[in-house]
């Protein structure tokens, strides 16, 4: 199906603002700057900083009634707040502006963010990143949710209702997905 919003959202995830990017550089510096033993992970422990900064301090609000208010990834920064749109906008903007590619997934009344991590043996160190080393208690007995697409690229999770990188789907099927490359 067509991505709902697709100009709009994507004038919208303004990767390139100061603000974005001194943000997300912020939160790399912030979450996980001292793990130092695995360099080879570098850009995917700033990619789950951002993550773990976003939805750590997100407060959903809804839309005015009747009216779908498309905030740009700079103006979320002044309180973290919005809608899940304006979520997915902010994480994919902040993710970009660090070197990291997203995409919005588009399901039944839901848009969500994803992480693109590579292929299937990529995931190996993505497991053991979030459940050993950065996020084992919120993941503790848990699976690591991802997608698949055509081409064998693996998209993790990072919805606003996750508690890791890769936390449960809140809505499954996928109608529509808008890549960020």
């Not at 100009?7 to 700057?33: C, E, L, Q, S």
């Not at 130092?36 to 789950?48: A, N, V």
């Not at 848990?142 to 055509?150: A, G, L, M, T």
């Not at 789907?169 to 997905?177: P, Q």
Request: overall charge positive.
């Amino acid at each position: 199906l067509p991505f709902p919003n697709k100009t709009k959202i994507t004038k919208a995830i303004t990767f390139d603002h100061a603000k974005v990017r001194n943000f997300a550089i912020m939160a790399a510096n912030k979450h996980f700057k001292n793990i130092k033993q695995y360099p080879e992970y570098t850009y995917l422990i700033q990619y789950f900083a951002v993550f773990k900064e976003i939805n750590s301090r997100w407060y959903y609000v809804k839309d005015p009634v009747g009216h779908e208010y498309i905030a740009t990834a700079d103006e979320s920064l002044n309180y973290l707040s919005g809608d899940c749109d304006d979520h997915s906008i902010l994480m994919a903007a902040a993710v970009k502006s660090i070197g990291g590619i997203p995409r919005l997934i588009h399901t039944q009344g839901h848009i969500y963010p994803e992480l693109y991590v590579g292929k299937h043996k990529d995931m190996e160190k993505v497991n053991f990143l979030i459940k050993k080393v950065l996020f084992p208690k919120e993941s503790q007995h848990k699976s690591v949710h991802y997608h698949i697409d055509e081409r064998g690229n693996i998209w993790l999770n990072l919805d606003y209702t996750a508690k890791y990188p890769g936390g449960p789907f809140m809505k499954e099927a996928i109608l529509s997905a808008l890549t960020l490359d």
